[in-house]
């Protein structure tokens, strides 16, 4: 598709893995507002450590995108919510973040 500029079906793209579900548009609204609701329940703070890393390391050989993969998730270690949620999965319970980086 890229290097063509050809349109490929819905169908196509799920099965290429570029879309993860297709959804008819009478459900869209429905569908938006749970994927919204899913990415807003989550600590905000880690999901943009997150989304930092995964730019950051398109850029770099695999050797150093490994090292900079392993200091992020040394740094995320020290992130409140980061416990918060390790935590709560050991107890089994719904996690209350803090949305706070560092203790």
Request: aromatic share 6%; charged share 25%.
């Amino acid at each position: 598709m890229v290097l063509t500029g050809m349109p490929i079906s819905a169908e196509e793209a799920l099965r290429l893995g570029l879309v993860m579900k297709i959804t008819p548009a009478a459900e869209l609204e429905n569908m938006v507002t749970e994927i919204y609701s899913h990415i807003k329940s989550k600590s905000r703070p880690v999901l943009k450590l997150g989304k930092e890393f995964f730019y950051q390391q398109l850029h770099h050989p695999l050797e150093q995108a490994m090292k900079e993969g392993e200091a992020t998730v040394i740094k995320n270690l020290q992130y409140d919510d980061c416990q918060e949620g390790l935590q709560s999965f050991k107890e089994k319970r719904s996690p209350k973040w803090t949305h706070h980086q560092q203790s």
